[in-house]
């Protein structure tokens, strides 16, 4: 699925290898360029090393993911349980109504100008498909515990909260980059400049505490403010880098986590303490959300190589333009070796955006990326279906189809 996904994004000139001859996880030898690589040692390395994250090991399961998993990712609705699918956005419809009507409410705002540049963020035409993954969670560890379908009103708050709390790491995030458009329309910091973005970010983020805090449940305060926390620690990760290629990948990953995965594997666990005092739930709803939210941005950073800038409603190659190297770039570097060089001066010589792009289109770090991804959704079904059946679940196992296939 993912790869029919792959080659409509326009890169059937480099074909996978055959099912059933990638090899095992080794580090890269002489000849790399002529034959696609294998899922790189560094990645071993970190799944092996890296306690705090528990990042499945993504070595030898790429090569058992082709005979085992990928039939099964397709049909998963069908097969895990009895219940007839649903559409996750239409099943989430109702709990996420008037949502961003009901965030304005919490901001409050007086001050005429704060609430324009507000009102243009929250102008009701993002997905929400973080709100819509807590309330789905919510509901589905609700039925797992005690077979109710209604969705708490702290429940609820979470999902509001975890789209504030996104909204302002967005809005600081476009100041940092210095980012031009966002969701096809200009950045409040270009509008409004950099000053007032960064204080609108601090006052929906400060909006958002307020929130939390009239949940009245420490343990749920202290769960969502370990996303902020991850949210800045994964900024200073992201402004550093590293030369050994082990640590390389296990700086990517982890700062994969903490700026966008934290934020949806901690709102999923806040909204199953609500609903269910069993702590095996609480790991199934932080794990599903982890690999979720690791997944999602995987195939982020294959996008920014293979959509164009309309569809994306962003620059195409943004992140080599800001100096990262993505996933799609580190698996690339096995190939092409001399991207060492424009990695560790961050492309920042001209003419190294253009020639780094080139390459990765040149080398599988595209597919082996979107295997990689295809990884995660796999554990995020096999944790969610720890749980009752239930629309909701079914439901939560179609979004990491959709992660996959989604094309901007």
């Known amino acids: 699925m993912a790869l029919r996904w792959w080659w409509r994004c326009g890169a059937s000139s480099r074909r996978s290898p055959p099912l059933g001859s990638l090899p095992r996880c080794r580090p890269p030898g002489p000849g790399s360029r002529s034959t696609p690589a294998a899922p790189s040692a560094a990645m071993c390395l970190f799944a092996q090393r890296s ?25 998963c609705s069908k097969t895990v349980s009895d219940e007839k699918y649903q559409d996750p956005f239409q099943l989430g419809r109702k709990d996420l109504k008037n ?3 009901d965030i304005k409410k919490e901001l409050l705002i007086s001050a005429a100008e704060l609430k324009e540049m507000c009102d243009y963020y929250f102008d009701g035409k993002g997905k929400a498909f973080r709100p819509m993954i807590v309330v789905l969670m919510a509901r589905a560890c ?4 005690n077979n109710s379908r209604e969705v708490q009103a702290n429940q609820r708050s979470v999902a509001v909260i975890a789209e504030m709390i996104h909204t302002a790491s967005l809005v600081h995030d476009d100041v940092i980059d210095d980012a031009n458009s966002r969701r ?20 929906i983020l400060s909006a958002a ?14 769960v969502l403010t370990q996303v902020i926390e991850d949210l800045v620690r994964g900024e200073f990760l992201q402004l550093g880098s590293k030369e050994n290629e082990n640590e390389r990948f296990a700086h990517y990953l982890e700062k994969t ?3 966008t995965a934290s934020l949806i594997a901690n709102s999923c666990k806040a909204v199953s303490i609500l609903g269910c005092p069993d702590p095996k739930v609480h790991e199934i709803a932080y794990q599903y959300g982890k690999n979720v939210g690791i997944a999602f941005q995987l195939i982020d950073d294959v996008l920014d190589f293979t959509s164009c800038a309309d569809h994306l409603g962003k620059p195409a190659a943004a992140d080599l333009k800001l100096g990262l190297a993505t996933g799609p770039v580190l698996f690339a570097c096995r190939q092409f070796p001399e ?6 001066r961050r492309f920042s010589k001209p003419g190294d955006v253009e020639r780094a792009r080139r ?3 040149q080398s599988d770090g595209v597919q082996q990326t979107t295997y990689l991804a295809q990884r995660y959704c796999h554990a995020a079904t096999r944790e969610i279906s720890k749980l009752r059946p239930s629309p909701e679940r079914e439901a939560l196992i179609q979004l990491t189809e959709m992660v996959l296939m989604r094309d901007k």
Request: hydrophobic fraction near 45%; aromatic fraction near 12%; include cysteine.
């Open 51 to 75: 306690s705090a994250l528990s990042f499945p090991k993504v070595c030898h399961a790429f090569w058992r993911f082709h005979h085992t998993s990928a039939s099964r990712l397709c049909s």
């Open 99 to 101: 949502l961003y009507e």
């Open 142 to 145: 609700n039925i797992h515990h």
């Open 184 to 203: 096809g329309k200009m950045t409040v910091n270009q509008i409004w400049g950099e000053r007032k973005a960064v204080l609108a970010g601090d006052f």
């Open 209 to 222: 505490s307020v929130a939390l805090a009239r949940i009245g449940n420490t343990t749920i305060v202290s």
């Open 257 to 259: 986590f903490k700026k």
């Open 339 to 344: 991207m060492n060089a424009l990695i560790m």
């Open 359 to 361: 390459y990765v289109l």
